[in-house]
């Protein structure tokens, strides 16, 4: 059926609305197609579900393609599958947890692995039972501390997650890629830009992980690229580790005093006045020649608190997403953390702690988190400080810092952390030339998850040789409701939107501006005859709205196609107007149906 505007559930808006951040959820609002319910939960209307349908619809098209089978599970889930894998505490606040009226436990399901497998599980025991693919287009929560951005970033959201069973890794690297083909052909039939890039694979677990990020100066992921084809997350960029240096006959470091140099600005301003370094030895000090030494609080899962501190050189600063992506392994209790630098009441509670002279091997008189004695602080450096080099640090003493400190000499550290800022010009790992910083929206994300929740949940089989094996399994998540807002950001314009033809409400838009009845009953005609041409067509039959509002709510709804009938029927004609590139032309009442049917194709 033709949609007519006179009794389509619309109503646009002339202004901005006051909490809107970004331009798609300016416009996705503006135009009616979604509207608020609370921060970070958002109401569908008609234009938006077309919208979101189309999207989906493509996304089940390249499952299908890859012989994935949908299902649905609900989004009210007990506690008792999450807490198997300890994810009911891992993931922390972010959680939506509840209540029955029996004092049950439940939560709103923030993605579905445990489900996916204790399904399979259920049903399937057996080798020739795999691999087997399946997914889900289903509403997420997460309780966001800051929903921003309309449906970038919300507390309900739409997901198409899918997961791969297979016997062994070589089947789990042919499912993975199988879904990394999908979801490329998914974003270019979408017209969106990605880049697949180098991740983390965080709390969820696992070895291998990408993301598709769709570069934008509005993105929250931050990623690097080269001209030589690396391209990464900025929290899995890997650092050129300088080779080892032979500290064979280095002198002794020496401790100085250095009053009022709490800062590496001042410290470096003093040390070229207390030691000054002669050009063949390198110099004057620049930050680079500093160990900067950043106390950081982490609170785990539990609520505890631990601080950690991590050695850097002074000329970098710490990146907490990249500290937050790569401290698990050094904690003894995994999960979602938070990550901050450390108060004063935290140092407060460490008096060994000097503010603006830390060094390393600081030793506390209170034991660690999983520890049961007394024992140093806990202390991770950045790959830069290898063995054999010398650095300008403190002396745990306030006023004092110590000259000529030597790695693996002089102090050790437990463990090496991918830590700091990543810079415009620092080398690609691969070798294949200076990184440049992007911004981007995280699109999709594909994981190899390997054995971890099958083992968690005793999903096993029998192999061939009648041995039972755990399988081992794949994640690949899409954001839905994400990519609308996507697709939002990258196609508008000063006047609305401009949707890609594949997704948008209708194929043409027709407008009837004027008052004659001649008028009405064309644009009626066109729109079915457009119709029954095959074309999805939203018809513009509002009496008493003026021309200026009519064009503007079409350009602000952002059909692809415009056809106008106005004046130019007394000449037979009617405007048929690109949306995109703004060209228009007149053309005979009786060609527009071929005309318009044509640019569909040809588009």
Not at 496 to 513: F, I, T
Not at 539 to 566: H, N, Q, W, Y
């Amino acid at each position: 059926m033709v949609t007519r505007l006179s009794q389509l559930f619309l109503r646009t808006l002339r202004e901005d609305p006051v909490d809107a951040e970004v331009a798609s959820h300016r416009l996705l609002v503006r135009a009616g197609y979604i509207r608020r319910a609370a921060p970070g939960i958002y109401t569908w209307l008609p234009l938006g579900l077309s919208v979101l349908r189309k999207v989906e619809a493509i996304i089940r098209e390249e499952m299908a393609n890859i012989g994935a089978q949908e299902v649905h599970f609900p989004a009210l889930l007990p506690r008792e599958p999450y807490e198997a894998t300890n994810r009911w505490t891992e993931y922390g606040e972010g959680l939506f947890r509840l209540q029955d009226r029996k004092g049950a436990d439940y939560l709103l399901a923030p993605t579905h692995e445990e489900m996916f497998t204790l399904l399979v599980k259920d049903l399937y025991s057996s080798y020739k039972d795999l691999p087997l693919s399946l997914y889900q287009i289903q509403n997420k929560y997460r309780d966001e501390a800051r929903p921003r951005a309309g449906l970038l970033r919300g507390r309900e959201f739409i997901m198409k997650d899918s997961y791969s069973f297979d016997v062994d890794d070589a089947g789990l690297d042919a499912s993975y890629e199988a879904h990394r083909g999908a979801y490329l052909r998914i974003f270019e039939r979408l017209g969106l830009e990605v880049i697949p890039v180098t991740a983390t694979a965080g709390a969820m677990g696992g070895s291998k992980s990408e993301e598709f990020l769709h570069p934008t100066e509005i993105g929250e992921d931050t990623f690097v690229r080269s001209a030589g084809g690396y391209a990464a997350n900025v929290e899995a960029v890997t650092t050129v580790v300088p080779a080892d240096i032979d500290f064979t006959g280095a002198p002794a470091a020496e401790v100085l005093d250095t009053p009022d140099t709490p800062t590496i600005e001042t410290l470096v301003a003093a040390s070229n006045q207390l030691a000054p370094r002669s050009e063949a030895d390198g110099g004057a000090w620049t930050g680079a020649d500093t160990l900067k030494n950043v106390v950081l609080a982490v609170t785990l899962p539990t609520g505890e608190r631990q601080l950690v501190v991590i050695g850097l050189p002074g000329d970098r600063g710490v990146d907490l997403k990249r500290v937050e992506a790569n401290i698990g392994s050094f904690l003894p209790i995994g999960g979602e953390i938070g990550l901050e630098a450390a108060n004063d009441d935290d140092l407060k509670k460490q008096p060994l702690i000097v503010k603006g002279y830390l060094g390393p091997g600081l030793t506390l008189d209170e034991p660690l988190l999983g520890t049961e004695s007394a024992t140093k602080l806990l202390y991770l450096v950045d790959p830069r400080v290898v063995s054999g080099t010398a650095w300008i640090t403190g002396a745990n003493e306030a006023g004092k810092h110590v000259f000529g400190l030597v790695a693996g000499r002089d102090f050790t550290w437990d463990g090496v952390i991918e830590c700091t800022d990543v810079r415009a010009g620092d080398p690609a790992p691969d070798g294949s030339g200076p990184l440049e910083i992007a911004r981007g929206i995280e699109m999709g994300h594909i994981f190899q998850l390997g054995r971890k929740y099958a083992e968690a949940l005793e999903l096993k089989v029998l192999d061939q040789n009648g041995k039972q094996v755990t399988v081992t399994m794949g994640s690949y998540g899409v954001g839905v409701t994400r990519a609308v807002a996507a697709l939002a950001e990258s196609n508008h314009d000063a006047r609305g939107l401009v949707w890609p033809r594949a997704v948008a409400p209708a194929d043409v838009h027709v407008v009837a501006v004027g008052k004659g009845e001649e008028i009405f009953a064309t644009a009626g005609q066109l729109a079915a005859d457009l119709e029954a041409a095959g074309l999805d067509v939203l018809l513009d039959d509002r009496p008493k709205v003026s021309p200026g509002v009519k064009f503007g709510d079409a350009e602000l709804l952002g059909v692809p196609t415009i056809l106008a009938v106005g004046r130019g029927l007394a000449d037979s004609v009617v405007e048929i107007k690109d949306r995109r590139s703004g060209d228009a032309e007149n053309v005979a009442v009786d060609k527009a149906v071929d005309y318009v049917v044509n640019a569909v194709r040809a588009s």
